[in-house]
């Protein structure tokens, strides 16, 4: 039988690229949904007119999850930590296979144990955990692609494709795997389609699109624009410093953001482990390929 899928966060970044995806594979599930705040319902107008089923309600109340097999979290910073409560009320609500927020590196890394920004990933795995021994025919799926391609070549990560310099937390041999938007999109979608093992049910899919090290993939990034990039390495220990600044202060969203500054040249921005490419229909592009066509 065809799943039905209901997405929640569909609004944010990854969210557009998500729900194209599903448009586009939209045959293969009997139903897909997005979960919507009942105010913000009209945000979506584009979706509904592509088959897509607008759901008005909220991600605590478990009569928003009726009707729906597959749950696909794609939660931000804000509210991360309400992971576990989604997860209560979505198997209240008839849901028996769940995708927590993840789309990202393994935080289940030993060096990654005390990572302020993936401390609500944790909790929620646990809690994910803690429900399937309650709940025999509750599965969930951590989707494992390490850094999206798009958004590592961001100011964020120091990184300025204009003026083609990258000022980084971290160092230049530093592994990193990425992934192309477009790609994490299509696994997931393609994921959900995969036969699940029965008893098993923690599901983990590794995929990326290319492991490669910081330095070089700043070096593929001009290559493509056809410049040299002028590398600035800085000292991770100055971001702890205001992480914790920021943490002593009460000031969250800070607290996280410098949490996160030196992941990508750290090397804890990766998915360890044998990958599962080769269960997919489709080759992901190549750290070269993503850049040629966002900025080729």
């Excluded at 607008?54 to 910073?77: C, R």
């Excluded at 490669?212 to 600035?232: A, R, S």
């Amino acid at each position: 039988m065809a799943p039905s899928v209901l997405i929640i966060g569909a609004g944010g970044a990854f969210g557009r690229p998500l729900v194209e995806e599903f448009v586009k594979q939209k045959a293969k599930f009997s139903r897909v949904g997005i979960l919507a705040d009942p105010a913000k319902v009209s945000k979506f107008s584009d979706a509904a007119a592509q088959g897509i089923d607008i759901v008005p309600g909220s991600f605590l109340d478990p009569k928003a999850y009726k009707g729906f097999e597959v749950v696909v979290s794609l939660a931000g910073n804000a509210i991360m930590r309400l992971q576990p409560a989604m997860i209560e009320a979505a198997i209240a609500g008839g849901v028996r296979h769940f995708y927590p927020s993840e789309f990202g590196s393994d935080v289940a890394q030993d060096s990654l144990k005390t990572f302020r920004y993936f401390r609500d990933k944790r909790v929620t795995r646990d809690h994910l955990a803690a429900k399937a021994k309650e709940h025999p025919d509750f599965y969930y799926t951590l989707m494992l692609t390490g850094i999206f391609t798009e958004w590592a070549a961001d100011p964020f990560y120091g990184v300025d494709v204009e003026a083609h310099v990258a000022n980084t937390y971290g160092r230049p041999d530093a592994q990193i795997s990425v992934t192309s938007i477009p790609d994490i999109a299509r696994y997931t979608v393609e994921s959900i389609l995969l036969p699940l093992n029965p008893g098993v049910q923690k599901r983990e899919i590794r995929v990326t699109g290319e492991r490669t090290t910081w330095q070089k993939f700043i070096d593929d990034l001009g290559e493509v624009q056809g410049v040299k990039y002028k590398c600035t390495y800085l000292d991770p220990e100055e971001a702890a410093a205001r992480q914790d600044e920021a943490r002593r202060s009460g000031d969250e969203a800070a607290e996280l953001m410098w949490s996160v500054k030196p992941l990508a040249a750290s090397g804890n921005g990766i998915v360890p482990g044998q990958l599962d490419n080769d269960r997919f229909s489709f080759r992901p592009e190549s750290v070269k390929e993503t850049f040629r066509r966002v900025y080729g």
